[in-house]
């Protein structure tokens, strides 16, 4: 018996659930990721308290309303942090209902998000219905495995999915972008670490600072660099205002001069086109021909255009030979099926992955699945 499902193309595709239209999806790992200190918990307890009133928005966009539950490994210590900023979002909407919103924080002998928290945390967010799910954050959620190598990246993103697909909430994974080097955008990079983190995630989002003279407001730059299933949005600029009580959060324009490069224009091309032909093969050139005319570029820039977005979708996008004079090459995105279930869709964490996660140096109670659970 063939070990691999074949997908039946005659089955109507279940309607996707957002968690906020347009941009985070439930059931599945979305990142938001930025430079420390740019006002991510700021935002996105922000979230989870517009979910806890009968009619919230995020940045101009519907949510649905429902439970919250806000992991935090990043500062714990009673909550303060977490609850420091849901005091601001109540000022400006006393309407939300704090019941709605679960925190958690690891005890005194609890220092990695591991198998067995994640087993609970499973549990919880199934007895409460939960919506969505911020893990804050990677780095400090899971401090034993190195971030830079896939074989120890795979294991944790493999028990998010898990986590996500048996919840159906948004799973929104919080992380961090490498510092820019000289001349470079904030985020140009991707997310810090192993091109493991975006390929699992089905959403990718990068924040980064905007220059602002006003000394109450943060100002940044939100980029969604992956959407799988939906057409990804255009950049826009995100004011986070402060007073003593409160802090108002609004989706505004960007600044003049701060619209897309011409290469990321091109890479924005380059991957709407390849999602919306999941699964077919497309010939190198032409891909080149997209970068070319959507950016304006030359033929030089285009080939790092493509081979950004190479690296940004790893190994979801297979190299192939095409048929023909030469032996041209080709790309495919791999194609994924929506109503698959998790043991369907999520591969089992390799041997590898199971040795290094017990190594004592890693000190990780992650163990790989049995065959046959989900």
């Known amino acids: 018996m063939m ?8 089955k109507k595709l279940l309607p996707l659930s957002w968690c906020v239209e347009g941009l985070i999806l439930r059931g599945y790992i979305n990142t938001i990721a930025s430079l420390p200190g740019e006002g991510k918990t700021a935002l996105l ?7 806890s009133r009968p009619e919230g928005e995020f940045l101009g966009r519907a949510v649905q309303a429902g439970v919250s539950i806000y992991v935090d490994f990043d500062a714990p210590g009673e909550g303060r942090t977490v609850r420091y900023w849901l005091a601001k979002h109540k000022q400006a909407f006393p309407d939300g209902d704090e019941t709605k919103i679960i925190i958690l924080e690891p005890d005194t002998e609890t220092y990695s998000l591991a198998e067995t928290e994640l087993i609970e945390l499973t549990d919880l967010a199934k007895s409460t219905r939960a919506k969505l799910i911020l893990i804050d954050a990677f780095s400090s959620a899971f401090p034993h495995i190195d971030p830079n190598k896939l074989v120890q990246v795979q294991s944790p993103l493999w028990y998010l999915r898990k986590l996500a697909h048996e919840t159906e909430a948004a799973v929104v994974l919080i992380d961090h972008l490498p510092k ?5 955008r904030v985020g140009a990079r991707g997310i810090m670490g192993s ?6 995630a089905r959403s990718v989002h990068i924040l980064s600072r905007i220059k602002t003279a006003n000394k109450n407001e943060t100002l940044l730059r939100w980029d969604t660099s992956k959407m799988s299933y939906s057409a990804r949005p255009e950049p826009f600029a995100v004011s986070l205002e402060f007073s003593q009580n409160k802090v108002s959060i609004n989706s505004v324009p960007l600044p003049e001069g701060q619209g897309e490069t011409r290469t990321e224009r091109a890479i924005r091309a380059l991957q709407d086109y390849l999602e919306a032909r999941r699964g077919e093969s497309i010939p190198h050139q032409l891909l080149l021909d997209i970068a070319m005319e959507e950016g304006n570029l ?11 977005v190479k ?9 192939l030979v095409l048929p023909g004079r030469g032996k041209p090459q080709g790309y495919c995105l791999k194609p994924l099926d929506r109503t698959a279930s998790l043991h369907q869709i999520a591969e089992t964490p390799s041997e590898t992955e199971n040795h290094l996660l017990h190594d004592p140096l890693h000190q990780s109670s992650f163990t790989a699945p049995k065959e046959g659970e989900t």
């Open 180 to 184: 820019p080097v000289s001349g470079e």
């Open 3 to 10: 070990p691999l499902k074949q997908v039946d193309l005659s």
């Open 195 to 200: 091109i493991a983190k975006s390929a699992q």
């Open 298 to 308: 030359r033929r030089r820039a285009a080939s790092e255009a493509l081979r950004q």
């Open 45 to 51: 307890t922000g979230l989870a308290w517009q979910m």
């Open 311 to 319: 690296h940004q979708y790893g190994d979801e996008l297979e190299t």
